[in-house]
């Protein structure tokens, strides 16, 4: 027999880091939220990117981790920017169950530059590119990637426009990333980074109610094929898109309580959370593999004083290895 599904105080609250899947069977909704405190802190504070940068980076991995919790198979799932901005690279990947890592690249003057003549917008420092979205099963399978333009959109509604154009079912995406200033235990005065985020999905049972007009076709055509939102989406869609930055990352506020406030009058039941974790998939095995592979010119170039030394850009952990133990036999 089929185990109930618990509504919302039945469960403990969920708290940072654990990705909550929820459903509102009123609306025909589907979807997971999330509040990302320590976790994110960790790797923002790892790299000490300027605010810009990490608000971005926080953005990219809140977005990969509702995505990459909703994967059936152990695999991983990839977001990648390419773009003509300043911060030319951003990368956040999930793999399953629970590892996230990310990175930032970044021009530092020209990112300087770029704010100082008010070209700090989010979208305006990533500049025109793609946003690739690969999901890859492991050996002996093929990867499947999907690529939506960076266009000046910010990255909330790029997603959008991927769930359209991969999935074609109807989603709402919302994003958001807050600095909090405390004491700790001792007074002194704390830089907290914190994100939040929520995905919902309109799932009818009936497949031609999620129907969605046409996306514009470009060359001035802005109209499309016009079709009437389904009511139920239409309502889900406008509570998702009341919800604000704070009620995001408001630690007082929490996963579960914001659901609540959206969709209590409809009945949302959540299910038991998804912990995330700050953890990199590089090995020093993995990285010798890798030195390895190169000639012996290569390693000669590459070493220093018979050593070569090789720092992950994920977790910034630095390996050092002795050249005989990398040199071809």
Excluded at 176 to 185: C, F, I, P, Q, T
Aim: charged fraction near 30%.
């Amino acid at each position: 027999m089929a185990q109930p599904v618990p509504t919302l105080g039945e469960l403990d609250f969920a708290g940072d880091d654990h990705v909550v899947p929820f459903q509102v069977e009123g609306l025909d909704v589907r979807g997971r939220a999330v509040q990302l405190g320590p976790m994110l802190d960790t790797i923002l504070e790892r790299h000490d990117y300027p605010e810009a940068v990490a608000r971005l980076l926080a953005e990219a991995i809140v977005l990969t981790v509702l995505l990459g919790t909703s994967l059936k198979f152990e695999g991983k799932l990839i977001l990648q920017t390419k773009g003509d901005g300043p911060v030319d690279l951003l990368v956040a990947d999930f793999s399953s169950p629970e590892n996230v890592r990310a990175y930032a690249r970044y021009d530092a003057e020209a990112l300087e530059q770029a704010i100082a003549d008010g070209r700090g917008a989010p979208h305006e420092l990533l500049g025109k590119g793609v946003l690739a979205f690969t999901i890859d099963q492991g050996a002996h399978t093929q990867r499947y990637q999907g690529i939506v333009a960076l266009d000046g959109h910010t990255l909330e509604e790029i997603a959008g426009v991927y769930f359209r154009q991969s999935e074609q079912i109807p989603t709402r995406v919302r994003l958001g990333v807050a600095e909090l200033y405390d004491r700790d235990g001792d007074g002194k005065r704390r830089h907290r980074w914190r994100a939040g985020g929520v995905v919902a999905q309109f799932l009818p049972e009936a497949p031609d109610r999620m129907r969605q007009a046409d996306l514009p076709g470009g060359d001035g055509d802005e109209a499309g094929h016009k079709i009437a939102e389904d009511d139920k989406w239409m309502e889900a869609r406008t509570l998702v898109e009341t919800i604000d930055t704070d009620e995001l990352t408001d630690p007082n506020v929490g996963t579960e309580r914001l659901l609540f406030r959206l969709f209590h009058e409809q009945g949302v039941r959540v299910y038991p959370p998804q912990k995330v974790l700050d953890r990199c998939s590089c090995s020093r095995d993995k990285l010798k593999a890798v030195i390895s592979g190169l000639s012996a010119d290569e390693i000669e170039h590459t070493a220093t004083d018979g050593h070569i030394e090789a720092t992950c850009e994920f977790c910034s952990t630095t390996y050092r290895f002795d050249v005989a133990e990398v040199s071809p036999a």
